[in-house]
């Protein structure tokens, strides 16, 4: 199994940044995808980011690319999702994943509001 912690969330002002980090531990060796989900009030959990690690390979849903980056530092079994020009729209919980050979792990989450 894999266990996650992610910190980083709070209260920001519209077009501010926020960066979001998920620590790993346990079997964290050989995972097929690290990703970022979230979940905004009343709506349904959505996959925002991926990182494929074994190939390095990084996908975003159209709403967030090219203002969010998803990332790893490897020596700290960190995952980031560095999220830049944040709208109202992006306030949710967001929750780190994992896909390995012991199925999904998820963190709890940490939760993002943007408002002015």
């Known amino acids: 199994q894999v266990q996650l912690v992610e910190s980083g969330g709070g209260l920001v002002q519209p077009g501010g940044s926020l960066k979001l980090s998920c620590v790993m531990s346990g079997s964290i060796f050989n995972l097929i995808s690290m990703e970022w989900y979230r979940q905004a009030p009343g709506k349904e959990r959505e996959a925002i980011a991926i990182l494929l690690p074994n190939s390095g390979v990084d996908k975003y849903k159209d709403s967030v690319k090219d203002r969010f980056t998803i990332s790893r530092d490897i020596a700290k079994n960190t995952l980031y999702l560095q999220m830049n020009s944040l709208k109202p729209e992006d306030t949710a919980v967001y929750y780190c994943?994992?896909?390995?050979?012991?199925?999904?792990?998820w963190g709890q989450g940490t939760e993002v509001t943007v408002s002015s």
């Open positions: 994943t994992t896909l390995g050979a012991t199925g999904r792990s």
